[in-house]
């Protein structure tokens, strides 16, 4: 199934053209878009959790007892090491996203960059999404942070409009680089590449944690609240000004066909994701 979107500027009989670069017909594969953004929603979720919290555990002194893709469980934890722990994954999410912005400038292949494109933004959607609800909503990493701390009050308003901050800046870098990839007037292509992974890794994740051990409490919090609230920049991405916007900057890809390869390494990324749901045991507790 593809999109094909056509952007070719018209204009009413006998006024001026408008002064904006022209842009091709693009092609959007959207199963590869898809399982592009299972593979990208799986790193994330992983890299939170395994390599932020699980890392953080270790680093403390203690050991994770079991890991899925909506929680880990770390064996002693208290005090400030405990929010050490806590606050991790989120850091974790920060530090990967900004990590592949070199790589997204660096990219040539159009899904490579894309890949690169959505793992940036995704991991610091997360983060910020994460920040933002968690410590007024009462649950998750942030308001256990924020447990036993002097003026509750001051700490959850000062998280949260960091959240804030990130997903605002985040999204709007996160849309000034896609049309730069795809080119600004091309707003039924962004929409796509936009929506798509949004509404796929989102479900995915979702569905992911239904399988965890723990039950309802944990769909919510990490399923859905994390994923489809987290993430939720994305179907909002489209940039102001778009014309204004291509005439500076030209598109840089033609088309994002269907790729066999990707396709193939979302399916993987999808059963790693329905295993990890359910959970794997790492030592005794």
Request: charged fraction near 10%; glycine fraction near 10%.
């Given at each position: ?15 001026a ?18 399982a ?5 929603y ?17 680093a ?15 064996a002693h ?82 998280i ?23 080119g ?33 409490k ?6 859905i609240?994390?994923?489809f ?14 014309r204004t ?14 790729s066999r ?21 790492l030592?005794?507790?």
């Amino acid at each position: 199934m593809d999109l094909i979107a056509d952007s070719s500027a018209s204009t009413p009989h006998g006024s001026a053209p408008l002064a904006t670069h022209p842009q091709p017909r693009m092609q959007i594969d959207i199963p590869t878009a898809a399982a592009t953004a299972v593979v990208v929603y799986l790193i994330a979720s992983l890299g939170h959790e395994a390599l932020g919290h699980g890392a953080a555990c270790l680093a403390i002194g203690s050991h994770p007892t079991e890991v899925t893709t909506t929680y880990l469980q770390c064996a002693h934890e208290s005090g400030w090491q405990g929010r050490f722990v806590y606050a991790a994954g989120s850091l974790l999410n920060i530090l990967l996203g900004l990590a592949c912005i070199p790589l997204l400038r660096r990219a040539v292949d159009p899904w490579r960059r894309y890949f690169c494109w959505l793992l940036c933004t995704v991991n610091l959607l997360v983060a910020g999404g994460y920040m933002m609800v968690s410590p007024f909503a009462n649950f998750g990493d942030w308001t256990a942070f924020i447990e036993g701390l002097p003026q509750p009050f001051l700490w959850r308003a000062a998280i949260t409009a960091l959240g804030v901050g990130i997903g605002l800046i985040s999204a709007e870098r996160a849309g000034r680089w896609l049309a730069r990839f795809v080119g600004a007037d091309q707003t039924a292509a962004i929409r796509v590449l936009t929506l798509v992974p949004y509404l796929a890794g989102s479900s995915s994740e979702t569905i992911a944690s239904l399988l965890n051990p723990l039950g309802w409490k944990i769909v919510f919090i990490s399923g859905i609240a994390a994923s489809f609230a987290g993430t939720c920049w994305l179907i909002f991405m489209v940039p102001p000004k778009a014309r204004t916007f291509a005439a500076q900057e030209p598109a840089q890809s033609l088309s994002l066909p269907r790729s066999r390869g990707w396709i193939a390494l979302g399916i993987v990324a999808l059963l790693v994701m329905l295993r990890m749901g359910r959970g794997v045991h790492l030592w005794p507790a």
